[in-house]
């Protein structure tokens, strides 16, 4: 029945609460007089005129004071002054409207117990309501939560779970030795020393983290004693996501695995961040990507002219477009924005935007990046990131466009693949054209992989877990570096402004991370456990699939040892080896015609023509070319992987 009456229209609530305060003042008037007789007591035509003014008294008043538009899942104090108010305005009323009638008046003592029993009644049925609608008064058990964080944060997370069907507060953790010992919200404030019993005596099976503001490294050290619990973790949004409005302190997600590398981002050089981007027109390329559009976010902070958009993706050229134009609209920016779908291997398409718009800075993010998909479609993989990246940066030359900042990546380091040769071929285009002679500020930035971007180990993990396993990890021992998506983007802007032409920028990427450490993490903090050979019981399981095609045990990202810091902290400059115009000029336009023959094999010959370091491990593997070759697949043998005992190393 109670089911049946939350799913009611709102309107139809909203009625059943009206009928129950017309049944409640009255009822309240009757024994109120019935106490003072101490009799029964049967209502004459002037008692019944007075329930009647009083009905309408109350319930005008608490129309006027919002009472019925409060939700009464979410009985809170405002509507006990409301209750107070409207029965107050009613025992006026009534009490004015008996001194005008005839007869004896009504006794003061009658009215005051009026307004005990109608706040009683009004106040009682509202908070019955809530209690049935919540399940506390049916009998459901509810499961036990603890807030690590007594804060602000903490505060609202607790007022929010008053609404939950599942949950009820059985207590907060703060780090504050001021709060041990309070009540807030009616729960006790325990030291971070208790949890462990806090959590067997309790029957905890879940911790919320309200920490939006405190550093990475510490929510790293709460995560690292929280772990050994192997109870579910989950957090509110940090301080930086509330502030820009993306999301609200009660949303409540799994663990954000930037807390669980523990790297806090190095404060923003303001200058830096302003030099290409303040007040001048700016393009991405790529810019419905993981990369391009955060840049773009990014972007618009620091107040460009123009935001020109260039996406091959209509979906993803949409979905920035809108979310952009709703961030320029809240908050009145004066900053014209442009939604263009193209492909940046188009030279004129991309000479005449240029012009157009008359760009002066250029992020040019657009590529294909996925290792395995760029292996097996080998031709276009060196179209859209060589091919497009010449084309783009010959334009910007013509153009005139002051900086030039190409996404690079750690895979172009040592390549073994057809993705990082390619994207070190696209450096070497920038360096040459720079040699060459240009007005533009041609500059690349190199960093490894970032967490939750299209293609990251990190959301497919999750998902896999939401799924129950099993979570696939390509080999025991492989290692990457991470950094987060915000943090990678800030970076590039920057050092995009320290570009003095042909630079190469190497982001600090801190220590590599074991990827099967990385799983076991986000299983243990799902409130789960891997199973294994020790744990056959376990819930979910970490399958091995064999090193992919051209995959690397580690990633590195620098070419030799020549290298420099900067300005920034987590920016250095490399000095790399790089091939004149002249040279390398000509290797471009070979490449280019084998793409239009789609001859793989000598686009491979061209590639390591160009790169040296491009030692490619297996045969071709783009599956137009074995398809028409009918060459076989090639499985790689995790058995046989030569940098074991140094990827092992760069842990320690």
Not at 175 to 185: C, W
Not at 284 to 302: D, F, K, M, W
Not at 493 to 505: H, L, P, Y
Not at 556 to 576: F, K, M, Q, S
């Amino acid at each position: 029945m109670i089911a049946k009456i939350g799913s009611w229209p709102r309107a139809a609530k909203r009625a059943l609460m009206y009928g129950a305060d017309m049944l409640a003042i009255p009822v309240a008037f009757w024994m109120a007089a019935v106490v003072k007789a101490d009799a029964w007591v049967v209502p004459d035509r002037r008692m019944v005129l007075l329930f009647a003014v009083g009905i309408v008294a109350a319930l005008v008043t608490f129309q006027w004071a919002g009472l019925y538009r409060l939700v009464v899942r979410f009985v809170v104090p405002r509507a006990g002054l409301n209750i107070i108010l409207g029965v107050a305005v009613s025992v006026i009323v009534v009490a004015m409207v008996d001194r005008l009638l005839p007869g004896p008046y009504i006794p003061v003592s009658v009215l005051a117990t009026y307004v005990v029993f109608a706040m009683t009644l009004v106040a009682g049925s509202r908070w019955f309501a809530a209690l049935m609608l919540n399940g506390e008064a049916v009998g459901k058990v509810l499961e036990p939560i603890i807030i690590y964080g007594a804060g602000h944060a903490g505060r609202n997370l607790a007022d929010a779970l008053v609404s939950s069907r599942e949950f009820r507060l059985a207590g907060f953790v703060d780090d504050d030795i001021a709060l041990h010992g309070m009540e807030i919200k009616g729960a006790r404030v325990h030291s971070p020393a208790r949890i462990v019993e806090l959590v067997r005596k309790l029957e905890v099976q879940r911790i919320l983290l309200a920490l939006p503001s405190v550093a990475r490294r510490r929510r790293r050290e709460i995560l690292a004693r929280l772990e050994p619990l192997r109870i579910h973790v989950q957090t509110v949004p940090d301080v930086a996501e509330i502030v820009s409005g993306r999301s609200q302190i009660e949303e409540i997600r799994e663990v954000d695995v930037r807390d669980l590398l523990g790297r806090d981002p190095v404060p923003a050089n303001n200058a830096l961040l302003d030099a290409c981007i303040l007040g001048k027109s700016v393009l991405v390329t790529g810019a419905g990507g993981s990369i391009g559009s955060e840049l773009c976010r990014q972007i618009l902070q620091h107040y460009p002219s123009t935001l020109v958009l260039l996406e091959i993706s209509e979906a993803a050229l949409y979905s920035i477009e809108h979310e952009l134009a709703a961030f320029i609209s809240a908050q009145h920016l004066d900053i014209k924005l442009v939604a263009l779908i193209g492909n940046a291997h188009h030279r004129l398409r991309v000479r005449e935007i240029l012009q157009s718009f008359n760009v002066q800075t250029i992020y040019h993010a657009a590529a294909y990046k996925h290792v395995p998909l760029v292996e097996h479609n080998m031709i276009e993989g060196i179209q859209n990131n060589v091919v497009a990246t010449w084309y783009t940066a010959e334009a910007a030359a013509e153009c005139g466009v002051e900086t030039f900042v190409l996404v690079s990546s750690d895979k172009a380091v040592n390549p073994t693949n057809v993705m990082g040769a390619t994207k070190r071929f696209s450096e070497l285009v920038l360096q040459a054209l720079q040699q060459r002679g240009s007005k533009t500020r041609f500059c690349m930035v190199r960093f490894g992989n970032v967490l939750a971007s299209s293609g990251s180990v990190v959301p497919l993990f999750q998902q896999q877990i939401r799924s129950g396993g099993p979570i696939t990890v390509t080999h025991p021992d492989v290692i990457r570096y991470f950094m987060t998506i915000e943090e990678a983007a800030m970076l590039v802007i920057q050092a995009g402004s320290m570009a003095t032409g042909g630079d190469v920028f190497v982001l600090d990427m801190g220590k590599p991370v074991r990827i099967t450490d990385l799983a076991e993490r986000m299983v243990t903090l799902a409130g789960l456990t891997v199973r294994d050979a020790q744990h056959p019981e376990g819930d979910i399981e970490i399958v091995f699939t064999g090193l992919r095609p051209a995959e690397k045990m580690f990633e590195e990202l620098l070419i030799g040892t020549n290298v420099a810091g900067t300005e920034h902290p987590r920016i250095l400059r490399a000095v790399e080896r790089c091939l004149p115009w002249e040279k390398l000029e000509l290797l471009l336009r070979e490449l280019a015609a084998t793409v239009q023959t789609v001859d793989c094999r000598r686009a491979r010959e061209l590639l390591q023509n160009a790169i040296e370091e491009y030692q490619p491990g297996e045969p071709i593997q783009d599956l137009v070319w074995m398809e028409r070759n009918g060459v076989t697949a090639v499985q790689v043998d995790s058995a046989k992987v030569t940098n074991l005992s140094e990827a092992r190393a760069r842990l320690n």
